[in-house]
Structures are given as structure tokens and as C-alpha cells.
């Protein structure tokens, strides 16, 4: 037995969960990029900005039903399955896996901190580093036992987020007003972020620091660690049961997609109908009518999962899966590029587009980074082993410097 864990080599690596990783990656993007763009209202708010024109508002309505929450549902799945993954091989390797575990998810919240108060507010690594650390020691649980904890985080994080709506009303008119502001901004707000994302780097780090210590504390205490927390759980199960490495049958996985559908978007639907209807303001609108999509989109991850795997099986679909594996494998690094590339783009100390792009445009722009980054994460790995941000991670979770050449020496690797 090795007394020091190792990385995975690449012939250790499962492709099936590359591929499906890769997809949830360039997924996300189509959120994000909205941060970047618009107001942090205009986030799930229509009425805010960028929804002028009709095919704004189609823009908007498909990324809501088919992707809002969807994609981050699948990474924290992934991520609860990477864990099991992770400790299961450090485990053969040494017998512990503790003090690696700990360690690389140290360093991953270290990284996420960086990325939210030096680039881009809206980073998800800290909440999964945390969240990370809380679940490893239910790594062992049998499958049937995480799903029934991971529902019941699920369902505490919901009634939390319901039950904090219901109590806004007893902080009296100003704390409605706060919570009403939140989708709709007044003009001096609207002004003041406006001016803090056009500007220099410098300019921005107030507002960039409060909204990232906003997500790190009250919105990671109310909602990320229950919910991504219990789906990293049940992604433990999935694991476990084979769901992610193809094990399962191909009439499983069609199952899969089109219950998971059946059940999500009518969902997903309910509550973007609610939301409409109230015209996307009010306590209702920030708290109660979220929780439709909350629910719903584990359904439409499920079909996302059930669909990515039969494309694994398809023998057709060869020449993509390439690289959305190879945008799997180098996830990190990948994610990090997303945020430079939208700051480039929409920042002042970039281009400045921000705010002259509605929903739909922002699709176009989001559609060219998926082009370009499906192109360089295979012509980079045919060179190299690991993505940059995945060479930084893997060597400091092991404390040695690991080989980045794709050389002759480590070609299996």
C-alpha cells in the first residue's frame, strides 16, 4: 500500500461523467452570462433589463425552463459522486483519505475566494468547498440512506427559504421595501451598479465584494448548503448505483429523461407562469414562487443525465463527445476562463458591453465561448495532461509538483 495518494491517470477516468460534466459546464454559462451582463436583477427578472424585444422574452423563458438551477443541479450531483471517487481511490491507495480530502477542498474554497472578490461575484466554488467538507464523512452511507438525507436537506432548504418569505412582512415597511428592491431596483441602483460594472477594477470592488459576501454568508447558510449539499448526497447514490458510469441499461436512462421531464417542467412552467403574473416583483416573486423551480429543476436534471448518457452510447455522437469530455476534464479551469472571457467582454476595464445586451443576444455571445472552448480543451489536452487550474489544484492538494507534459514517459497518464 502507497503511503501518499496520487492523481487519477486517464485511464482511470470514467468518460461518461467527463462528458455529462462538460455539458453542465457549458450549461451554466447560459446563467451566468447574465450576471455579467445585466443587472443582478435582471438575473431572474425580465422587467428589470434585456427583455425588450419577443425574442428576448424567448430567450429568457427557455433558459428558464431548461436550464436555470438545472446545470448547478447536475454539478453538485457530479460533485458528491467526485467525492466518492476521490476517497474511494485514495482510501486503496493509502488506507485514509481524510487529510488529501480536506486539503483539496481547502484549497478549492481558497480559489473560489479569489475568483469572487478579484473577478467575478457570483463564484459557486466557495459553497462547494464547504459544502464538500460537510458531507465527506457520509461518503460510506448505502445508497438508499444518502438519497433519504439528501431529500431531507432538500426539504429543510425549501421550507427555510419558505418560512424566511413568510416573516418579511413582521420586519415591518422597510424590510418589505428591501426585499421588494431586490427585483426591482430603483433608478439610483440601477445607476449606481451601472457606473460600478463600467468602470476600472478598482471601481467595482465594493460592489463586487458585497455581493460575493452576501452569497457566502446568507445565501450559503439559507440555501447552497441545503440544497447543494443534498444533491451532492444523492449524487453520492447515483454513483453508486452505476448511473453515471453507463452501468445502468439504455431503457433505464430513457426512463430516466422522460420521467424526470414528465415530472420537472410542468413544474418549471407553474412557477415561471407565477412569476409572470406577478410581474416578477414582490415577497412572493424572491421567496415562495422560486420554490416551483427549486423542485422542478431535479426533474429536468434527471432528463438532462438521462439524455447525456444514451449520447454516450451513441455511436453517432462519437466526434462531440470528445470534446465535451475534454471541457469535462478540465471543468476548473474552464469555469474560471467563462468569468475572464464575460469580464473581457462586458466589464470596463474590458470592452464595456455591459447592458447592451439583452437575453437573447447574450446567447450569441455564449454560443462563441462554447465554440471556443470545445475547440482549445482538446487541442490542449493533446498536449497536456491536465487543464492549468487542475495541474494548480492537483499539486497543491498533494503537495508535489505534478508532471503537466502529455511526454512519452507519461502518455498513459
Known amino acids: 500500500m502507497a503511503t501518499e495518494a496520487t492523481p487519477v491517470r486517464l485511464a482511470e477516468r470514467i468518460a461518461s461523467i467527463d462528458v455529462l460534466r462538460g455539458v453542465a459546464l457549458l450549461g451554466i454559462l447560459l446563467l451566468n452570462v447574465r450576471a455579467f451582463a445585466l443587472p443582478s436583477a435582471a438575473y431572474a427578472s425580465p422587467a428589470v433589463a434585456g427583455g425588450q424585444t419577443p425574442a428576448d422574452m424567448f430567450a429568457f423563458t427557455a433558459v428558464q425552463i431548461f436550464a436555470d438551477q438545472k446545470f448547478m443541479a447536475i454539478f453538485s450531483l457530479l460533485f458528491g459522486a467526485g467525492i466518492v471517487i476521490f476517497t474511494r481511490r485514495a482510501e486503496a491507495q493509502t488506507g485514509r483519505s481524510g487529510s488529501v480530502h480536506y ?32 458531507v465527506y464523512p457520509l461518503r460510506r452511507v448505502r445508497p ?72 457566502e454568508t446568507f445565501l450559503l447558510l ?32 430513457v426512463v430516466l429523461m422522460l420521467t424526470g421531464c414528465a415530472i420537472g417542467m410542468p413544474l418549471v412552467w407553474h412557477g415561471l407562469s407565477i412569476q409572470e403574473s406577478c410581474e416578477w416583483s414582490g415577497i412572493d416573486a424572491a421567496f415562495a414562487n422560486t420554490l416551483w423551480n427549486y423542485w422542478g429543476s431535479i426533474g429536468i436534471a434527471a432528463g438532462w443525465i438521462g439524455a447525456v448518457m ?54 450569441v455571445i455564449v454560443m462563441g465561448i462554447w465554440a471556443a472552448q470545445l475547440i482549445w480543451s482538446p487541442l490542449w489536452l493533446g498536449v497536456f495532461r491536465f487543464g492549468p487550474m487542475e495541474w494548480l489544484w492537483r499539486s497543491l492538494t498533494y503537495w508535489q509538483v505534478q508532471p503537466l507534459s502529455r511526454s512519452p514517459l507519461h502518455s498513459s497518464a
Open 222 to 253: 439559507a440555501w447552497v448548503v441545503w440544497r447543494a449539499g443534498g444533491l451532492m448526497l444523492i449524487g453520492m447514490a447515483c454513483y453508486k448505483w452505476g448511473v453515471f458510469d453507463l452501468t445502468r441499461s439504455s431503457a433505464f436512462y
Open 103 to 134: 486539503r483539496r477542498m481547502a484549497w478549492l474554497l481558497l480559489i473560489g475566494l479569489c475568483h469572487a472578490w478579484l473577478l467575478w461575484w457570483g463564484d459557486i466554488l466557495v459553497g462547494y468547498a464547504i459544502c464538500g467538507m460537510l
Open 310 to 363: 444514451l449520447l454516450c452510447r451513441a455511436d453517432l455522437a462519437a466526434l462531440i463527445r470528445v470534446p465535451l469530455a475534454a471541457v469535462g476534464r478540465m471543468a476548473l479551469s474552464n469555469y474560471l476562463a467563462q468569468s475572464v472571457l464575460c469580464g473581457v467582454i462586458f466589464y470596463g476595464w474590458g470592452l464595456g458591453y455591459y447592458g447592451h445586451f439583452g437575453y437573447a443576444g447574450q446567447l
Open 144 to 215: 438508499e440512506l444518502l438519497v433519504v438525507i439528501g431529500a431531507g436537506l432538500l426539504l429543510i432548504g425549501s421550507l427555510l427559504w419558505l418560512g424566511m418569505g413568510a416573516t418579511v412582512g413582521f420586519g415591518g415597511p422597510e424590510a418589505i421595501a428591501q426585499v421588494k428592491a431586490l427585483s426591482r431596483p430603483s433608478a439610483e441602483a440601477l445607476s449606481n451598479e451601472h457606473a460600478a460594472w463600467t468602470g476600472g477594477w478598482l471601481e467595482q470592488g465594493p460592489l463586487r465584494v458585497k455581493l460575493a459576501l452576501t452569497l
